[in-house]
């Protein structure tokens, strides 16, 4: 949930909001464990937890596009972040055959970065038409079924797909174009806008998104059954 390009103008700023965003993302991640692996009375398929775990997406989604107009190489990034996507497809797999991820978040990313060097040359009008046309698809395809099992990454579901991760390009493309769009309007000078010291616990955090996305999960899962051991 996640990684951003390899930055040549690093700002705090956004590596705190990063970091802001992985500590949102762990806390979803906790609830579903305890749900899913204990039975905790929690839900977190709506209300309040739903939508926590969604604006932490939102948010790496969002600082992903805008750090992508600061990026040396978003192609060779988003390439990375595509493998690392594919790995955790085929760890799943092997878990559980049924209800593995087939397009999480970082296939999300990944595609998203390759293709960003063509979107950030896009004119804003332009960029704001691409908004709105992805938001439209979304609804569009989130509002019917398909026969084929091959579209799911655009949003198009089979009535039997299931995945334990799904952010397709169609709505998501639209927050990531927002935050391309907010780069190229507010961050043309690669200065940043806050000044004073931020959490360096946090910012920490945010510089090393993709290693904490991966490792969390697994620690989180030992430490929960260290304190569920009887």
Known sequence: MLPDPIIKYRLEELDFAR??????MILFHLIVDLKDLYDYNLDYLGGFWYWEGKLSAIIFIFLCGLSSTLSRNSVRHGIHIFIWALLLTSITYFYNPDFYIRFGILHFLGISLISSPLINSLHSRWLQLLIIASFIMGLV??????A???LFPLGMQTRSFTSLDYYPIFPWYGIFVIGILIGNLFYK????????????VITWLGQRS?????????????????????
């Open 148 to 150: 084929s099992p091959y």
């Open 141 to 146: 395809v989130s509002r019917s079924y398909t």
């Open 189 to 200: 000078s690669k200065q940043p806008y806050i000044t004073i010291p931020l959490p360096k």
């Open 210 to 230: 993709l290693a904490v996305y991966l490792l969390h999960q697994p620690i989180l899962l030992a430490i929960l059954f260290l304190l569920h051991k009887k």
């Open 19 to 24: 970091g802001l965003a992985i500590l949102l």
